[in-house]
């Protein structure tokens, strides 16, 4: 089964890539944007067969090391 | 079945019947692919290697001269460094971040291949004016390469060089240079010796990246579909080269490896013949015991596969369980993938079938060699006689604070302060000054290193550019207390089929040559980077030189730049001109003129002052060479460094801004005698005041001159500085 | 004083905290990650570099190594503990000192000396100094933002867990450096402490400074249980 991670950056933590790149959006003319933030997706492949094992497994593997509670949140997405 | 094929793989007609006479056969598909990189311009210097064996390396403190990873000289009390220059200039085009990274990754193995641990790097790099978005982008990419690769990897960047001019848009230039220290009984070299020794592949696994960049990237020109070539970039990790690092300087602890070759251009190919070569062996090689990235790799693909942050290490049979142990301590791959044999034939198997059986030596050392028409520039003389039409009055304050926003005269810190030029708490003078200087912990011993190029000169007239490049590199060593001591040289050129290319490089190579001579100075490496050429135009001649001075005792109180207080007196040591204005800052960037001849060196006055200014480093707080800008700037870059004004009253402007060689200013307390009678030496101003003051050619405030100086940089690059638009596909454009 | 030096894979400053650590008298040893043994260790430090070359976040993957968990017991039982750099990175991703790292506000590496100012002595990195001291030490770092959510950093600064502050040279508190102006903090037993300048590079005159001495020397004096 392959998982797809979603890492964003809590609400109210300094995201200083995102503000950064919603600076240069605005002095390239595009006024209208009012915030930019970055995350990353991380792949993972299981040899697992029952899906709610797999998530439950996944979940975990965010919680112990892919995601740092203390700056970010995640979301565990199934893709096939 | 080969006829059109070598020609695809960038091979002549003449070569391929070459190939075909060594082998008295045709060759087999794995056979070709090797021979057409390993004859390539960049493995093979088939147009250049004639010119080199000018260069002299017999002095009694060279160790190692060309023709290994890396120079090596003797330091004294068992004490050896490793050093070697070379250039990423086609990959950092492509791709700028990996491709300063991986010329750092590069660069870093050629010296701990020899057994040393790297302790500095040094990158001279050259753009086109950051008025154009795409050298922004170029600039900041190679930049952060480098920051990326030789922070994380552990070895700090003490400097270099950085110029923005341009004929440098279109090929920027990235060279870089690497220092390694070892005790004398860790030497290790490449050649491979010992039957029934196993061949190990150490560190990361072999994949399609970089297949081919030698011959596609770095020995041809390039034109606006470039971007095209972005799968022949490799990627660099420098956590996996770190982990190389350690266990390699762990083996070489536990003297496990009887030889050692880093894996570069050529990958595997390369690797096996030279190290084969070098011991005067054969080799048997199987590729099913190469680790592996992909699938379906043919077996020319792993030969030539240019993956980063690999060694083959050649180690005796009792020893390979102790050589696996380490591999699995730091995390790294290892396999055995050969054997030695005798005889000196390389034969290679995959999946049980011989792809390759060829002498190793006809690979890696009696590839071909050219001896190219050499032609002087028709439009030299025109040149030369385009002198600079001077004005008659200049304003040299108003001409100076001009020099201080250029760029390539400016604060450097928005590069240097990306680097960590701090580790090994070694640093003494660092990045910022005419030289860096580092000591080597637990001794007295000192060494300085300067890079330096000149390509506006070289271009005026090659022959004394690369004399004046070598000498002023010498001062610089000479102003942190560190006398000249060994040189590495990185040949930048355009196409050497061009006739005026060759005759410019030879021209260097002799002009180079001639000053290393005069000053004692051993040439014990160098790398040739020709094709720098874009669209059919040529970069400049661009001979960057590293030179390696040495002290022991080091200076307690080196010199440096922001040393001068109120009240200390300026001294100018060495002979004046104020006439040598051809390829000078002041004609750049005030006149934007390139004409005329630059003087010459005079070798005699030129190793005086800089034995001179050896003595001079233990005795005053302040010593500054004297060359782009003049004696103006340099005058103005030792007040901004100081945080202290000067007042400095010259008979005619044309002594404050032309840049005569072999020149540097001392600044010294009051009544201080220099004790110099054999050259030129006076005093002309005083350290003092809030302004930079040249009495009838105009005054500066400090505080302007100051900011102007630390902005030029900051303002241009620290804005969006988003990819430029992908050029578009050009109608019926075709390579050549 | 037996003083662990944990070296990961990646680490660079492990020799030159060493160095500078023998100079003050302390006895350091080179301990490497998967070692599981730090029995008789006096302190323990955590150099800086680049752990697992800051792949996925800087410290995540090397919190995991088998070494961690003794430093974990050490520095629940009192021993003292000190990050610099990549070190205060792992020990915040322990959980071992509270916030994260992010990227510098410039998003460029900063390599240049910094004056930081003394918040708080209650450490075992800053007991010998005096609060307001002005200490010149290199930074050396690009995920080197502090950061931790308004009502913890309250906290943490109102039990005087911070224990250096990035200043100007009018000495007042700069976070235009990197984005932040906490460069060292401290738990709340203050025996695990954090410090995102390099103390180490400091260590002589001949390096530009010598003002990183009294954190180190704090640290060996904490650890040969010197009364404060």
Redesign the interface.
């Known amino acids: 089964m392959r998982f797809r991670v979603r890492i964003t950056r809590r609400d109210g933590i300094a995201d200083p890539e995102g503000t950064t790149t919603a600076h240069?959006l605005r002095?390239?003319g595009y006024q209208e944007v009012t915030g930019v933030s970055f995350g990353r997706d991380i792949l993972v492949d299981l040899d697992v067969d029952d899906e709610t094992e797999a998530i439950g497994k996944v979940v975990e593997m965010c919680e112990r090391l892919l995601a740092n509670p203390v700056i970010e949140e995640f979301t565990v997405e199934l893709l096939s | 079945m080969s006829e059109s094929r070598h020609r695809q793989l960038g091979m002549t007609d003449d070569e391929y019947a070459s190939v075909v006479a060594v082998l008295d056969r045709p060759p087999a598909d794995a056979e070709l692919a090797m021979y057409s990189v390993m004859w390539s311009e960049h493995c093979s210097y088939k147009s250049s290697r004639h010119w080199l064996d000018r260069f002299r390396s017999d002095y009694p403190w060279v160790v190692l001269g060309p023709g290994e990873n890396a120079g090596v000289v003797d330091l004294g009390d068992g004490w050896l460094a490793a050093l070697r220059i070379e250039s990423h200039n086609h990959p950092s085009f492509v791709e700028p971040y990996q491709g300063a990274a991986t010329g750092v990754g590069g660069i870093l193995r050629d010296i701990f291949t020899m057994g040393a641990r790297p302790v500095a790097v040094w990158d001279s790099i050259r753009f086109g004016p950051l008025t154009d978005s795409k050298n922004r982008y170029l600039f900041g990419g190679v930049v952060?390469g480098i920051?990326?690769y030789g922070?994380?990897v552990?070895v700090p960047t003490l400097g270099g060089e950085v110029e923005f001019a341009e004929p440098f848009s279109n090929n920027p230039l990235v060279n870089v240079m690497a220092l390694g220290l070892m005790k004398r009984d860790q030497l290790v070299t490449r050649a491979a010796v010992g039957v029934g020794n196993v061949a190990i592949l150490l560190g990361a696994s072999t994949g399609r990246d970089g297949i081919g960049g030698a011959s596609i990237l770095a020995s041809t020109s390039f034109d606006e579909d470039s971007g095209a070539k972005r799968p022949s970039v490799q990627v660099g990790?420098?956590?996996?080269e770190?982990?190389l690092i350690?266990a390699c300087l762990e083996l070489y602890e536990k003297d496990l490896v009887v030889a050692i070759q880093d894996l570069g251009a050529a990958g595997i190919s390369c690797a096996t013949s030279e190290s084969a070569a070098a011991g005067g062996m054969g080799m048997d090689v199987d590729l099913d015991r190469v680790h592996l990235r992909e699938t379906a790799m043919t077996a020319a693909e792993i030969l030539l596969s240019e993956s980063q942050e690999r060694m083959l290490a050649i180690v005796e049979p009792g020893d390979v369980s102790d050589v696996l142990a380490v591999a699995e301590?730091?995390?790294i791959n290892a396999s055995e993938i050969g054997t030695l044999t005798e005889g000196e034939t390389l034969v290679v198997t995959m999946n049980g079938v011989q792809v390759a059986s060829v002498p190793a030596a006809s690979l890696a050392e009696n590839g071909p060699r050219y001896r190219r028409p050499a032609e002087r520039p028709a439009d030299l003389d025109a040149i030369w006689a385009d002198a600079p039409m001077l004005p008659g009055v200049v304003d040299v304050a108003a001409s100076v604070l001009r020099m201080l926003d250029d760029p390539a005269l400016a604060d450097r810190?928005w590069v240097?302060?990306?680097?960590?030029?701090?580790?090994?708490?070694q640093?003494?003078v660092?990045p910022g000054h005419d030289g860096s200087l580092l000591?080597i912990?637990g001794t007295t011993k000192g060494l300085a290193v300067s890079t330096d190029g000149d390509p506006l000169r070289c271009f005026l007239d090659p022959h004394r550019g690369a004399e004046r490049i070598v000498y002023e590199s010498a001062l610089n060593v000479a102003a942190t207390g560190a006398g000249p001591y060994a040189l590495v040289d990185n040949l930048n050129f355009g196409n050497p089929e061009k006739p005026e290319v060759m005759w410019q490089f030879i021209e260097t190579v002799e002009g180079v040559a001639a000053a290393c001579e005069s000053l004692a100075v051993p040439v014990v490496g160098g790398n040739v980077s020709f094709y720098n050429e874009t669209d059919g135009v040529d970069i400049h001649p661009t001979p960057v030189v590293g030179m390696l001075g040495f002290c022991d005792p080091m200076p307690a109180s080196p010199p440096r730049l922001d040393r001068a207080r109120h009240g200390m007196e300026l001294w100018l040591i060495g002979p004046e001109s104020g006439k040598d204005f051809a390829g000078s800052a002041y004609c750049r960037i005030v006149l934007d003129h390139l004409g005329g001849r630059p003087e010459a060196v005079t070798p005699d006055i030129g190793n005086a002052v800089v034995a001179h200014a050896t003595r001079l480093a233990y005795l005053v707080p302040v010593l500054h060479d004297v060359s782009a800008g003049g004696l103006a700037v340099a005058v103005a870059e030792i007040c901004i460094r100081s945080g202290v004004g000067a007042a400095v009253a010259e008979p005619t402007w044309e002594l404050l801004l032309d840049e005569a060689p072999s020149r540097f200013l001392a600044v010294v307390p009051p009544g201080a005698d220099l004790g110099i009678h054999d050259i030129p030496a006076r005093r002309i101003g005083v350290m003092g005041g809030d302004e930079i003051d040249f009495g009838s050619f105009g005054s500066l405030p400090l505080d302007d001159a100051t900011r102007v100086w630390r902005e030029a940089i900051p303002r241009r690059m620290?804005?969006?500085s988003?990819l430029p638009a992908k050029p578009g596909k050009r109608g019926g454009g075709q390579r050549r | 004083m037996r003083t662990a030096v944990i070296v990961f894979?990646?680490s660079?400053?492990e020799?030159?905290v060493a160095?500078?650590l023998r100079s003050l008298g302390a006895e350091p040893e080179l301990v490497?990650h998967r070692d599981r043994d730090l029995t008789g260790a006096d302190g323990i430090v955590l150099p800086g570099?680049?752990a697992?070359?800051?792949?996925l976040r800087t410290g995540a993957i090397a919190r995991f190594s088998p070494v961690m968990a003794e430093v974990e017991r050490h520095a629940a039982a009192g021993t003292p503990v000190i990050g610099i750099c990549n070190g205060f990175q792992i020990l915040t991703e322990a959980g071992l000192l509270p916030g994260a790292m992010v990227a510098n506000r410039?998003l460029?590496?900063?390599?240049?000396h910094v004056l930081v100012r003394v918040e708080s002595t209650d450490s075992v990195l800053t007991r010998n100094a005096d609060v307001g001291d002005v200490l010149r030490i290199?930074l050396?770092s690009?995920q080197g933002n502090f950061v931790l959510d308004t009502d913890r950093l309250a906290a943490l600064e109102e039990r005087g867990g911070v224990l250096l502050r990035y200043v100007d040279e009018k000495g007042h508190p700069d976070h235009t450096i990197n984005g932040t102006t906490i460069a060292g903090i401290a738990n709340a037993a203050g025996n695990v402490a954090g410090v995102m300048p390099?103390p180490?590079?400091a260590?002589?005159r001949?390096?530009?400074s010598s003002d990183g001495l009294v954190l180190l020397e704090s640290f060996v004096a904490s650890m040969a249980k010197l009364p404060a």
Request: proline share 4%.
């Open positions: 240069a002095e390239l | 952060s920051a990326g922070n994380a552990g990790d420098p956590f996996e770190k982990k350690e301590k730091w995390e810190s240097s302060e990306q680097y960590d030029h701090m580790l090994f708490l640093t003494i660092e000591r912990r620290d804005h969006i988003s | 894979p990646g660079n400053c020799h030159d160095h500078v490497f570099g680049f697992h070359g800051d792949y410039g460029r590496f900063i390599c240049r290199p050396n690009y390099h180490e590079r260590s002589e001949l390096l530009g």
